[in-house]
C-alpha cells in the first residue's frame, strides 16, 4: 500500500510540475500583453526587499471590512454569498508583516473577483491579479508590481507545482521573485 501511495504521490507532483510549466507560460504571456507592463527588474531581491516593497504596497491598499475563519469560501459561489469572509491559514510568514495586514489583501483580491465576477481558475486568477494591478495603480512601480504579482500569481503557481499553497509564504516568493529574473521556476522543497 506504502509504494502505491509513493507513485501515486510522485506521478501527482510531476502532473503538477507539468500544469505549472504550461500555466506560467499563460502568465509570462498574459503579464507580456497586459497594459499593465510588468518587467522584472534587476532588483538583487531578498526578504528584506520583498517586506519594504510591501509595506509600501500595503499603504495602497483600501481597508475592506472582513471577518476571517478557519473555513472561507472555496469557489465563487460561496464567495459571492459571504463576500467578506477570509481564510485564517498561512498568514504567520506573509510577506505583509502581520496576519492582519494579509487578511486586508486577501479581501481586497477577494472584492476584485467579484467586481469581474471571476473564479478561482488559473487564468482567472491571473485576470484578478492584473486587475489588481491596475486599481492600485502599480504600472510606475515595477517592484512593487512584482512583489504583487508574486504574492497573487507566484502562489498559484507554488500551489500546481507541489500540490498545496504555500505556508512559509516568505521563501516562497523570494524563490519566485528571483526564478522570474533568471527565468527558470525552482521546484525546490517538493
Excluded at 11 to 17: D, F, I, Q, V
Excluded at 156 to 168: M, N, S
Aim: with cysteine.
Amino acid at each position: 500500500m506504502a509504494k502505491s501511495w509513493r507513485y501515486n504521490h510522485a506521478r501527482s507532483l510531476e502532473r503538477y510540475r507539468s500544469i505549472a510549466r504550461q500555466l506560467q507560460k499563460e502568465a509570462d504571456q498574459a503579464r507580456a500583453s497586459a497594459s499593465v507592463c510588468i518587467v522584472p527588474q534587476a532588483v538583487l531581491w531578498t526578504l528584506s526587499r520583498i517586506e519594504e516593497a510591501a509595506r509600501e504596497l500595503f499603504l495602497r491598499v483600501p481597508y475592506m471590512r472582513h471577518t476571517v475563519q478557519d473555513n472561507a469560501p472555496g469557489t465563487y459561489g460561496e464567495l459571492s454569498v459571504t463576500p467578506r469572509i477570509v481564510w485564517s491559514g498561512a498568514s504567520n510568514d506573509t510577506i505583509w508583516g502581520s496576519a492582519p495586514r494579509n487578511y486586508v489583501l486577501r479581501a481586497h483580491h477577494d472584492s476584485i473577483h467579484l467586481l469581474l465576477n471571476k473564479g478561482f481558475s488559473f487564468t482567472e486568477e491571473v485576470e484578478v491579479t492584473l486587475e489588481g494591478l491596475r486599481r492600485l495603480r502599480l504600472q510606475a512601480s515595477p517592484n512593487l508590481a512584482d512583489v504583487y504579482w508574486a504574492d497573487n500569481v507566484g502562489q498559484q503557481l507554488y500551489f500546481y507545482e507541489k500540490g498545496q499553497f504555500p505556508v512559509e509564504q516568505k521563501p516562497a516568493i523570494l524563490d519566485y521573485l528571483l526564478s522570474t529574473l533568471t527565468g527558470t521556476h525552482s521546484t525546490k522543497g517538493a
